[in-house]
């Protein structure tokens, strides 16, 4: 059961660095924000601002994939030099034209729900196994983390599609240009 648990962590691991589309869309559904806007607003969704508009000194940064469908799929950044965590979530900005609105999803992984799932028989074959019962509570706590991450998406694409504060956000990057 520990190979199968390392295989799905490792496939799960390729499918986000390779931006696998099926990967991305479907799955369990664990945040949803719904976001109105209208279709000129949509059409200034860029995920290359959204990343730089989520940047952050703290070292966990979120890397953003558009695909050819126009959906735009998220996850945390592997870069070097930051901090690392386990996500618990990938995400997804889904443009739904016939609603007028942008939806911000966050899907569960795979790994944490086999690895709670296989909780189940670890502990009934070797009771001294019960200490990882606190994993699911570490998945929790992480769960909170990442969802405070993913409200920050949600605040970035709310700017972005607010006509209003797109003067204020194009004079923002200039003057930090011109900083630099």
């Known amino acids: 059961m520990a190979i199968a648990l ?22 369990i559904t664990v945040f949803d924000r ?8 949509r059409a200034r969704l860029t995920p290359g601002s959204l990343e730089r508009d989520l940047a952050t000194d703290q070292g966990t940064t ?4 558009r695909f050819p469908d126009g959906r735009v799929a998220f996850r945390g950044s592997f870069g070097f030099g930051q901090r690392r965590y386990y996500p618990l979530m990938r995400g997804l900005i ?8 942008v939806r911000v999803l966050g899907l569960c992984n795979w790994f944490p729900v086999a690895f ?3 909780l189940v028989p670890i502990i009934a074959l070797r009771p001294s196994a019960a200490p990882l019962l606190l994993l699911p509570v570490v998945f929790v706590i992480g769960y909170v983390i990442q969802k405070k991450q ?5 605040e970035a694409v709310r700017a972005q599609l607010d006509d209003t ?14 900083r630099r």
């Open 165 to 178: 504060s797109m003067e204020v956000i194009l004079a923002e990057r200039l003057q930090a240009r011109q």
């Open 94 to 101: 889904v443009v739904d034209a016939a609603r007028n609105q």
């Open 62 to 65: 979120l890397a953003f994939h």
């Open 34 to 41: 719904r976001i109105a806007a209208s279709s000129t607003a």
């Open 116 to 118: 709670v799932l296989a």
């Open 150 to 154: 993913f409200l920050a998406v949600v």
């Open 6 to 27: 390392i295989a799905l962590l490792l496939i799960e691991l390729v499918l986000q660095i390779t931006w696998n589309r099926p990967y991305f869309v479907c799955g």
